[in-house]
């Protein structure tokens, strides 16, 4: 039998270690909200692939339509010769986005690259070049993406230069001390010191920052951003990678606020695990990019837009938007009670809508000292006893629930005795 020690040893050989791996659990096979690894360990999986799986791991409906589309073809890439999954895709995106007026929609691979477009469609579609973001978002690791991510480690280090043109600004978050007034009052100091509204193309935020730490924009701070973008032409682009398709109890997090964005960049559980990422918004703004400016060899992959559109079905037949506020309300009730015992490790801050569940992992019960030492040794334990979960958080102290939202009110519940368990003091 292959150990998961004989493929650390061959993978720290193999493979550099600029990519990490969070447990050393080498997958064999996985089933909706469990997998197994090499030795035949059963794990409950409460990481969903960073996210990606709010649709459970192989589900039927998704298999199914991805081996109807493996027997007509796989490959033929839609700028030579287009397919109608696609276009159905697009469609479908175009309708459910909330995006004023009429919509459309361009597919890539992965999340970064969705960013990357839609910065590109932006300044193609304003004539203008700055971009800004917030301190604490993610958006990637390609060299665009890496320059508008907010945390310099582990992201930045030694990656210099950054491409030009991005401006950060304060995450509003009470803990680290930041109203939504003061972000506003960073843009406008922006506008003053470095670049002037006129020269800015979009301002690029996520509804709920997810590496960052699951923390919600406020609506007013959206509110606000939508009015100050209006003002000065500016685009204001929702970056839905992580809080979209069911996971927030919304279809996308921007809808808890009401605000409309110019353009949305969506990816990971829109396809079930298979690679695939979007970048939708208003046909006006999408139009601006010139023929051929756009697109890529493997760009919406006539395999991963088969598995989304069974991914939207599902989504739609199994009531997830509801499954997921329920999950999240389980999750956090239990949460809750592990919070008030005496002798569990300090935990604080349960938040996140809909199943976007995370808590911070603090030293003292009462404070927000993180406590990032420990949030590793919670991870490990809670792996020696067969859940699998993730950090996150500018302090790496918070603790991130991704279950599939398919997964049964049993299995969440038998993870959940896991974590309380790894809580143990
Ligand atoms: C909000 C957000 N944007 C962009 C990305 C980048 O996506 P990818 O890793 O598919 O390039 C991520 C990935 O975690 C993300 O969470």
Redesign the pocket.
Known sequence: MTTNQELMRRREAAVPRGVGSAHPVFAAHAENAELWDVEGKRYIDFAGG??VLNTGHRHPKVMAAVAEQLSHFTHTCFQVSPYESYIALAERLNTMAPIDGPAKTIFFT??????ENAVKIARAATGRSGIITFAG??????MM?MAMTGKVLPYKKKFAPMPAEIYHVPFPHAPFGVTVQDSLRAIDMLFRADIEPERTAAIVL?PV???GGFIQAPTELLEALRKLCDRHGILLVA?????GFARTGKMFGIEHSGVKPDIM?V??SLAGGF?L?GVIGRADIMDAAEPGGLGGTYAGSPIACAAALAVLDVIEEEKLIDRANAIGERMKARLEAISMRNNTIPIAAIRGPGAMTAFDVVTTRGTDEPDPDTTKRILTKAREHGLILLSCGVYGNAIRLLVPLTASDALIDEGMDVLELALAA
């Open positions: 960073i996210a992965t999340g970064s690259e969705a960013l978002g993610y958006h990637g690791r390609t993406t996520e920052q997810g590496e970056d839905e990678v992580q809080t960049t990816a990971k690679p990422s």
